[in-house]
């Protein structure tokens, strides 16, 4: 891995210790995210976060500096609001890449708003049978939103699975608060913070931004491996997520830690297969995607 692709996993891993509340199962996840894109977990800090050195050498363009940020920003928010010591870390790393507080400031709105988005949506709960269409629409969804080059698109994904989780239980007669629907995606292992790094790390290494380290390309680039292998992922974990709550709320939560999580990895499974019949959905989705627009439609009442 060269030296900017590496800076841009290290800033990752950062942003998600930032908080200083790395859970086991939070550290394992993103250990887990940054063999898969071929950093030592070893060179991940014991507890709280350090910027990674030289980084106005490597992110060395108005273009990439501000993609680093807006990569910190997305992971700083993932699982909730900023907190204070994640603030800290983002007025750092601000200074850092001598980005003006202006410059900045849509995108920490935006972010914001998204980790407040209110789970209980306008739409309807599936009614018996339609379960399954709203599961595919919403996995489709998210893996057009990890070709799409920003990194709010991938930081909308965990809104779009709470939602995702709030009505497969409303439908099978159960009333989720956040808290809950945040606790199902932990049982199954979907950490926000580590898919989110995962997520923008993949479009920045693998290239959907490749020019991030000189000019950054807009829309969405085809046969790009790090942003198909983002999509498939996010399809089938959101897929995945779908279908378990279903069968988790659907039997009372009577289901055991153990039994929940091999139904969930035999569910993922079932979605890799299933990928290359809707990846042409997907890519057509993500070409008209108005990410904008989908954030104005998370967060109204929020």
Do not use: W
Not at 25 to 48: F, H, N, W, Y
Not at 143 to 159: K, R, V
Not at 177 to 202: N, P, S, W
């Amino acid at each position: 891995m060269g030296a900017d692709a590496n800076a841009v996993l290290q800033l990752g891993l950062a942003a998600a210790l930032a908080d200083g509340a790395c859970t086991p199962q939070e550290r394992a996840q993103l250990e887990s995210v940054a063999r898969s894109l071929g950093v030592d977990p070893s060179a991940l800090p014991a507890s709280g976060a350090a910027l990674p050195p030289n980084l106005g050498q490597v992110f060395d363009s108005p273009d990439a500096r501000r993609a680093a940020y807006e990569l910190a920003v997305a992971v700083c928010n993932a699982d909730g609001a900023a907190n204070d010591a994640e603030m800290r870390f983002l007025v750092e790393l601000r200074a850092k890449l001598g980005l003006a507080d202006a410059s900045v400031a849509a995108v920490e709105r935006e972010a914001g708003a998204l980790a407040a988005a209110p789970i209980g949506a306008a739409t309807d709960a599936p009614k018996p049978g339609a379960a399954d269409d709203l599961i595919l629409q919403q996995a489709v969804l998210a893996g057009a939103l990890e070709l799409l080059p920003q990194s709010l698109a991938t930081m909308a994904i965990i809104p779009l699975q709470l939602r995702l989780v709030y009505l497969i239980g409303k439908a099978q007669g159960q009333q989720l608060d956040a808290a809950q629907a945040k606790d199902l995606l932990a049982a199954l292992g979907i950490g926000a913070a580590a898919q989110v790094v995962d997520g923008v790390a993949r479009k920045l290494i693998g290239g959907i931004a490749r020019g991030v380290f000189g000019r950054v390309l807009g829309g969405v680039t085809g046969g790009v491996a790090g942003a198909a292998t983002g999509a498939a992922t996010s399809f089938a974990t959101t897929y995945a997520l779908g279908h378990a709550a279903t069968q988790y709320y659907g039997q009372g939560r009577t289901l055991s830690s153990a039994d929940l999580q091999a139904l969930f990895q035999r569910l993922v499974g079932e979605a890799k297969a299933l990928y290359p019949t809707v990846r042409t959905k997907i890519e057509e989705q993500a070409r008209t995607l108005d990410l904008q627009q989908l954030i104005r439609s998370f967060t109204a009442g929020a």
